[in-house]
């Protein structure tokens, strides 16, 4: 094809191109189509009278009248035609890189440093479960519908991932861990269990990923399932979240503590009726991240609550935030002298059971508490004392808190745990079964955005212990017998899955790979039965008899 036919190709597909356009948009109307086609048909007639009787004859487009129930066909073949002639000029429209490769939004991938990280905060996790004694449970990643929805209060209901109907079947993905755990209760007649579970949840939120906050993510639960006495089971979880936290080292934290039953008498007292309860927590609990100004309208506006209400909830949701200089105790009794606050039958409850756990925390040495009036769960199912762990300045002086996703934002990330008492849960999927619970869920994507964003030594990826090095060629029989002895001994120990490797490579592999040991063997050290084992930090070299190694490399990892 010369330079002159390959013009009148391209010249040929733009107008392709135009007319097709013109149908989409135009949807086919007959007098916009008549006067695209008579304009079409000049241009190309122009264009082709030069070129041969051929190129003209498959150039010419005929005038024609379309209508609106032909569009549909005549752009398909105009599409059909285009590609023709763009395939004739070796032109595709399978473009490299069109199809974008990338992770569902709120979603990401943990590659092996970000996963070795994870994996050390889940260690903890487990490890701290177990020394309060609880066993572990397994759920389905998603529940009947019916199962999940009404439990997670007028926000928390519109988060939920539906599936499509499969099998004839309503299914959600389980949106925490703590229903999931009320029906497990429920439908094995389960009435003690103190037990722990980590897995994967699903929020439809709007994520913001520098802040932990995902639509996939892992929750640590614990829970404690049973008749006890009073707030020992809830002393427990708090000790939990306390050690935990303390442990993870992730900076400055509180765990904000409050009661429902003294936010149903604040309620009362402001007047606002039972029925709006619910409601009106799901805007008092957006206190932590929003001025008291816009909650106040959101509640008057939206939820029709009169000016005088809000105005005597506000003064008690925020009594924590005048009178900063209380401690939990002075501060319950303070609200307790209000006259009709501690008049409220149901505040004096919530209030002498809340006075009783900070006697118990205060025992366990746990002093992170802090009584929180404005703290208000917007979930269903919480009917005692509920309790959040915040991290205000987990980010502060990182890099998460200069991204552009979240410039202006504080420099925390919001809850980090968070439970509370749930008496009726479980009797809401069996009416005869009571079962009293109460728990703590860790959000650990967001405990982990902590530690990455605070992480400042390189984590190692893998667990090898010893790197198993040839000097010299052909020594790959050797090397694999000694891996063998050595991994049959327990030692995590790997080498290079090459015949002759440089010796160099290797070792510089151990060193980026901070394996602590090397065990070198060479002609020499095959001869004497031996072993070269080198310190990779430090490069000292020792030898050692082989069957003294595994011995030796036992105590020399018990040193470093």
Known sequence: MNAEQRRALEDEVKTLGDEIRQLKAGKADPDLVSLTNQFTMFRTLVSRIAYSARLSEETVVKPRIAYAQRSGKRIKERVNKMLAKKKELGVTDEKPGKFVLKTGKGTRDYGPAQSALRNAVLEKVVETFNKYGAETIDTPVFELRDVLMGKYGEEGGKLVYDLQDQGGELLSLRYDLTVPFARYLAMNKITNITRYQIA????????????????????????????????????????????????????????????RLILEGMFAVSGIEAKDFKTICSSVDKLDKTPWAEVEEEMIKEKFLKREQTEKLGQLVRFRELNGDLSNLELLDKMSQLPELGQNEKFKKGAEELKVLIGYLEVDGVTTVRYEPSLARGLDYYTGAIYEAVAPKALEGTAAEKCEETAGQPVGVGSVAAGGRYDGLVNMFDAKLKVPCCGVSFGIERLFAIMEARQKNTIRTTQTEVYVVSAQKNLVMERKKLLRTLRAAGIKSEMPLKANPKLLTQLQYAENARIPLAAVIGEREVQEGIVKLRNVVTREEKDVPLDQLVNTIRETLATL
């Not at 996939?216 to 935990?244: H, R, S, T």
């Open 200 to 259: 994967k949840v699903y929020r439809r939120d709007q994520p913001v990923m520098s802040r932990g906050r995902y639509r996939e993510f892992y929750q640590c639960d614990f829970d404690i399932a049973g008749q006890y006495d009073l707030m020992l089971p809830e002393a427990e979880c708090l000790g939990i979240v306390n050690e935990l936290l303390t442990k993870l080292e992730i900076g400055e934290f509180f765990i904000n503590l409050n009661h």
